[in-house]
Structure formats: C-alpha cells, structure tokens
C-alpha cells in the first residue's frame, strides 16, 4: 500500500486493486489516525469503540485486535485510567507537568509531544516496562535522571527532539540507560537553545552506546562545533543513519576518524553554520541550556597536563592521540604525487548516501582522494558556497548522483569529473560556469561521462556552447540549459541516441538552425523527443518560415507547453497563439507573395552591381593591366630590384603647354651631364597603346620626373602617368621612392587635389624659379646629382 497526501490535503490510499482517497478536513483525528494505522492492509479492522477510559472524551478504537487511545488536545493535565488492553496512547497537546504515573503496563506506545513536562524520573516511569515507542518532543524537559529508562527493556524508538533546555548534557545519563533496551531510533534534535556558545560531543556522553543496536542517531540543531577525537569509535557498529544537521561544525581532527563508522549508510551533515531567523519571543525567553556538570564547549581535552587549546593542537598531541583511536581503521593516507602533498580521507566504508548541502562554508574543491566502497553511490552538495570546482577527486567511480547545484561556482576544470566514471545523473544548475564551459571547445570537462542519463546547466549565464562540449556522453536522455542566454543552440547531439528531453526554455533563442533541426528529426525517428522552447523570442518572419514550418510538420517531436510560446514579429510586437497551425498558415500566405517581392529585389540588385563593376573595371583598365604586366615580369625574373639595368635614368612627365621648358631642360642635362632621359614626345613607340607607352616608359627608368604646373593638374594623361609611377613604386621597387616632383611655381600646391597632397609630403620635391639664370644653372647641378645617386 501506498499512502500519499494530496495537494488540496486529502488522504489516498493506493493498493494493486484500488485507490480510495478522504477528505481530511472531513476527518475528525480518530478517523485519521484510524486509517493511518490500518493501512497496511485493506482488509485490516479498524472500527470505534465506545470506551475504554475513564475520560470519555478520549475516544477508542481497535485496530488489529490491540486498543489505541486519542487523547490528544483535551487540555489534560492528569492521566485518566484506561482499560488494560490499551496499548498506544496518544497524549500530544495537552497540559502534563509531569509524567504520567498512572498508566498501565501494557501501554507499548506513548505519545506525549507539544506539553509541558520538565524531568524526567526513574519513579515516575518505573511501570511502563512494555514501552516500545516513547515520543517527548516539544516539551519543557530539562533533566532525565540516570536510570529512567533501564526498566524499559523493549524501549526501540525514543524522541526527546526540541526540548532547548534539556542540553546534550544529558545525554550521558540516556546512553548509559539506552544500553538496557533495545533501542533502535534516537532523536535528540534541537535539545540546545538556537543561540549561544558551542558544544561539543564527548566520549564521556556516548561511551554506552557502543552496547546497544542503534541504527538511527539524530542530534542535529544542537550548535556542535565537533566531536572529541575518537568519539566515532564508540558508536554501535549497528549504525546505519547518522544525521548531526544544523549545526557549527568546525574543521578538526574528529573528521579523521569518520572511517570508524564502519556500518554508516547515510551520513547528514547539512545546514552547517546557517541561518536562523529570529522570533520576537527570542528576546524575552533566557535559555538555560548549560547545566552544571556541562562540559560542552568547543575546546578539545589533550590530557592532564597540556593546554588546553581549543582546536590548535600540536604534532606531538595529534600523533599521540591518532595511535591511541585509528586502531580500527586508517583515517587517512598521506603521499607525494607530482610534487604537492595529497591526502586520502576515508570516509565510512559502507555510505551509500551523503548530505552536505545548504552549509555556510566558502571553499574549493582541492585534489582529493576518498577511500570509499562500491555501495557509495549518492552525494548532495548543493545550495553552498563552493566557488571553485579544482580537484580532481578521485574514489568517485561508484557515485551515480552529485547534486552541486546553486553553489556560486564561475570555475570548473577540465579534470574534476575525470573520475566520476558511472554518474547517472549530474546537476550544476544556478551557477556561473560559462566561461568554464565556453572554452571547453574538445569537450574535456565531461569526457568520462558516457553513462549520465541527466545533466542540468540550468541558469548558468551560458552565452555560448561549444560545438563538442557533450562528445563524451553515450546516454544522455534529459538535457536542461534552461534560464541561460544561449542565442545560438549548434551543439552536436546527433550521436546521443538516448536522448528524449531537451529543455532550452527562457534563453535568447530565436529559431533553430537546420543542422539541429535535422539532428531532431533524426532523433525522433528512434523515440519521441520533447523539446521546451518556452520564453524565448521566436522570430516570426518570413526569413524564418522553414523554422516554424518544421514545428508544424514534426510529429515525433513534442514541443512542450507551446501554448506559452512569445513571438517576435517584424514590427517588434510580441504575441502568443493557442492556435500554432492558423499562425502557420497566416505566415505561409503572407510569404509567398513575400518570394516575389525578393526575387524581383534580388535580380534588380544582381543588374546594378553588374552595371558598378563593369564601370570600375572600365575606369581602370589600364591600372588593371599594369598591374597584369608587372605580376607576369616578376614570375618571370627573380632577381633583386637592386640588380636591374635601367635603360632611362628618368623618366620626365609633362603637360604639352609645358614641353618648350622641359625639352630645354631635358637636352641640356643630357648634353652636360650624360643622362639618359625619357620624354613621350620622342620614345614613345607609334602603334602602341599610350597606357602600355607609360607602362614601359616608368618601368624602364630609375626615376619618373613630375613637372607640377596648373596645365599639369588638369591633365588626364599626366594623372595617369603619375598614378602609373606610384603602383611601380610599390609593387615593382618594393616601396622604394621612384616620384621626384619639380614645382616652378609654389602657388600650385595650392591647387594639389586631396590625392595628391601625401605625395607632395611623402616624397621629395625641387623648387625652381625659370626667369632667374643663375638659380636655374644650379637647379640643373642639384638635379643631376639627384638622378645619379641610387637614393634620395
């Protein structure tokens, strides 16, 4: 049977054959309780009984032939007498100060929860010798004599939970008591005030327990600091649930000796140093939790005649005390590996499971090795402060859940998870680990991983993923990258066969590109895939109608809650649509007068840049052709500029209105000075076009000669020659300078073109004045020693 409470708070039972629900607010808490208790089976009874108390308010009935008695919230103060079958009594809410003296032997279940009792004493129990099930949570116990509960022989559940001023002083008189009994289940949770100064757990205070067979142990909420060294040694060897929650447990040598818990399957150390609201009545309530024979504080007993030094012991201490508790079992193994110290702690050889989440402590994962067996297979560390994911840790090949969710880590390295070779299931949602994930781009961070069936990166500020982050995944069946800013989802997922659930909801997705659409369908066509797009901005556009087309047409692929899907239209309004296939057909119409539109667009733009190109190519076809030439010249002949013979010393470009000057000047300086010049008057060749003349005129000459004069700028022939010169310049002579511009008259720099105006300051440039003889004879000499030198 299965007894499960609904949302709206009623009871079902579920069996093979039927299920039956009850409303319990219908209920009275006999009913209840009644069903509670004869759920084990159907065919059990359960029925009222008329009375079997003095006090006729407490109401009766038999449930598999024993009697149960609900007295609960009549404001008792003093126990009625009830009939000698009663075994099981329920007290809870009621007004005792004392313990009940007046029950009868048979009684095996007792509950006394929410009232006001103070002590407990030997006398006031002595009668109950058939007690089995005790709870006295939520009273106002401050002390339990030694010896309460000797007498109770078949004693195997006992809760004495959220008494603040009982204190885990106590619990030296309970242990040695407990050894009498056949306890199973302790709970002393919360039996310290919240605040106040730490505790520590003693030797002293659970030595006892070694002779009983306790499997469960609840001391959690207690401000524990630690546990004295050795202490675990003296827990039964039948333990199998330690829970010590909710406490302030400090680093110290007590966590080596956790290998002693030899038969620990479950270990809870959760909410360590958390918070705890503060009730107004906290400030009107002295907690006195400390007793005088309490010896809990945070210090720790190094012998007789040492310091005490709280938590800071010395080598000496440590290695004296170690030989003395780790007889039954190594707590730790130290070694060198690539030079850094690494430690090997050993944790209870049997854990299965265990709780270390929501705690206040701010670390980093460090290298470690854990010494654990095959049965250790869960591990939740989540909602903490872990910043950094380093490790490795090693010793995790048996874990096939790690929960490290919600733990403000922005670090993982690609080595953490090197060793958790069987998880099943991983959840690293609601942290910051996108830049760990952005730089994976070989897929090393998981590349052990091949049987995680479940992976969670929810709200990890993911932007990006790459390509081969999940290569190592063989199968994965449920991915969540939900609440992260993916814009582009391109991962490659087509070797993940298993896979059936993918969740990208609330990203910046605004379609998915045809790769993954194809990988999808692949997919699906092995087993349905559901897919959550839910709160993103899905374009819908007419450059986008294959993505939507592809969601109407996919029927193996589930798209989840798409009733809730936002689309984003040309116009930047939102909308949603119950109605996805009207939606489709909508955009479908509008597009296909759309394809027209973009054709014509797209054929009109095709003849336009046909038209510039051909203009371009025109305007400077003869450059083109230069360039041609000098591109054939150079394949042709490999040696050094610096090696070729001109057959021009210079090459003298000129406008017509100019050439009386520049033919004067030409003949004198090869008449006094030898030079070889080239004017296009007298070199060029007849029948050759004039760009392939200039070509050859400027590559044939160690210096082209730009005679700058007004008839010059507006020349286009002479433009031509000097744009000729600069691609010579700095393609042929490796940007050496080749252009020597002469200026007559210093007013034309005035009229240079912008084109012009970094060549006149780049590159060298003579003034002459052609009225005045005398500076004209030393223009000529200046000239002449330019032409001859290889540099200027």
């Not at 009232?115 to 949570?137: A, G």
């Not at 001391?219 to 333990?239: D, Q």
């Not at 010395?314 to 850094?340: M, T, W």
Request: net charge positive; with cysteine.
């Amino acid at each position: 049977m299965i007894i499960r409470v609904t949302r709206n708070g009623n009871l079902a039972f579920s069996t093979k054959y039927k299920t039956m629900k009850f409303s319990v607010q219908k209920m009275d808490d006999v009913t209840v309780l009644c069903l509670l208790l004869a759920s084990s089976l159907i065919s059990h009874e359960c029925f009222m009984l008329k009375n079997c108390s003095s006090n006729s308010k407490c109401k009766c009935f038999n449930i598999n032939g024993y009697l149960h008695a609900n007295c609960s919230n009549l404001g008792l103060s003093v126990a009625p007498e009830f009939h000698p079958n009663v075994e099981s009594v329920d007290f809870r809410l009621n007004n005792f100060l004392k313990f009940p003296s007046n029950l009868t032997r048979n009684i095996r279940y007792l509950n006394l929860e929410h009232n006001f009792i103070e002590q407990l004493t030997r006398e006031s129990v002595h009668q109950l010798r058939n007690l089995e099930n005790l709870s006295m949570s939520n009273n106002e116990l401050k002390s339990i004599e030694k010896g309460t509960f000797m007498t109770f022989t078949e004693l195997r559940h006992l809760d004495l939970s959220y008494n603040l001023q009982l204190s885990l002083s106590t619990l030296t008189n309970i242990s040695f008591d407990l050894q009498f009994t056949r306890i199973k289940v302790l709970i002393l949770e919360k039996v310290q005030c919240t605040y106040g100064i730490s505790t520590a757990v003693y030797i002293e205070q659970i030595r006892h327990l070694s002779n009983t067979s306790l499997e469960q142990f609840n001391i959690a909420s207690n401000r524990i600091n630690h546990f004295e060294f050795g202490a675990f040694s003296y827990l039964p060897k039948t333990l199998r649930i330690f829970n010590f929650a909710d406490n302030v447990l400090s680093f110290g040598a007590y966590l080596l000796n956790l290998g002693q818990l030899s038969n620990v399957m479950m270990l809870n150390a959760s909410y360590q140093s958390s918070f705890h609201a503060i009730d107004p009545v906290d400030f009107n309530f002295r907690c006195k939790d400390r007793h005088e024979n309490d010896n809990s504080d945070f210090s720790i007993d190094f012998g007789p005649h040492e310091e005490n030094t709280g938590l800071d012991f010395n080598h000496r201490d440590y290695k004296r005390k170690r030989s003395l508790h780790f007889a039954s079992g190594r707590p730790f193994q130290e070694e060198i590996v690539g030079g850094k110290q690494n430690t090997t702690i050993y944790l209870p050889p049997n854990l299965r499971t265990i709780y270390f989440h929501d705690n206040m402590y701010k670390y980093a994962f460090p290298t470690l090795f854990l010494n654990v067996s095959d049965t250790f297979t869960h591990v939740h560390f989540q909602n903490s402060i872990i910043y950094r994911f380093d490790g490795p840790v090693y010793g995790m090949r048996s874990v096939q859940y790690l929960d490290l969710s919600n733990n403000f880590c922005s670090r993982v390295s690609n080595d953490f998870f090197i060793d958790f070779l069987n998880i099943q299931v991983l959840n690293l949602s609601n942290n910051l680990l996108w830049e760990s994930l952005k730089v994976d781009k070989s897929g090393k961070i998981f590349r052990n991983q091949k049987r995680l069936q479940v992976l969670d990166l929810a709200n990890n500020k993911i932007g990006a993923l790459p390509r081969d982050i999940f290569r190592g995944f063989s199968d994965l069946t449920y991915l969540n990258l939900s609440s992260n800013s993916l814009a582009i989802f391109n991962v490659s997922i087509s070797h993940l066969s298993k896979l059936k659930w993918i969740d990208l909801s609330s990203n910046q997705l605004s379609s998915l590109n045809e790769e993954m659409r194809t990988t999808l369908n692949s997919l699906s066509d092995v087993r349905k895939v559901s897919l959550n797009l839910q709160n993103n901005p899905l374009r819908c556009s007419c450059s986008n109608i294959q993505f939507l087309t592809w969601i109407g047409q996919s029927r193996n692929i589930e798209f989840l809650n798409m009733n809730n899907y936002t689309w984003l239209f040309q116009n930047s309004s939102q909308k949603s649509f119950n109605n996805f296939t009207r939606l489709l057909k909508e955009m479908e119409k509008e597009c296909a007068s759309f394809t027209l539109v973009i054709a014509l667009t797209s054929a009109l733009l095709l003849v336009v840049v046909t038209i510039i190109i051909s203009k371009i190519v025109h305007r400077y076809r003869w450059r083109i052709r230069y360039l041609y030439y000098v591109a054939r010249r150079d394949r042709r002949n490999q040696t050094a500029n610096k090696n070729i013979s001109y057959h021009f010393d210079a090459f003298v470009s000129y406008a017509d209105e100019d050439r009386e000057f520049v033919i004067a000047l030409v003949k004198y300086m090869e008449a006094n000075f030898n030079l070889r010049m080239c004017i296009h008057q007298r070199e060029f060749i007849p029948g050759t076009g004039i760009v392939d003349n200039i070509t050859n005129a400027i590559h044939n000459s160690r210096r082209t000669i730009c005679f700058l004069t007004s008839h010059y700028l507006s020349s286009y022939w002479c433009d031509v020659e000097i744009n000729m010169a600069r691609i010579e310049s700095v393609y042929s002579r490796g940007g050496s300078n080749v252009l020597l511009f002469i200026i007559p008259k210093r007013s034309v720099i005035k009229e240079l073109p912008l084109k012009w105006m970094d060549l006149i300051e780049s590159k060298s440039y003579m003034e002459v004045c052609t009225q005045d003889a005398r500076e004209l004879s030393s223009f000529r000499d200046r000239l002449a020693s330019t032409l001859r030198t290889d540099e200027f």
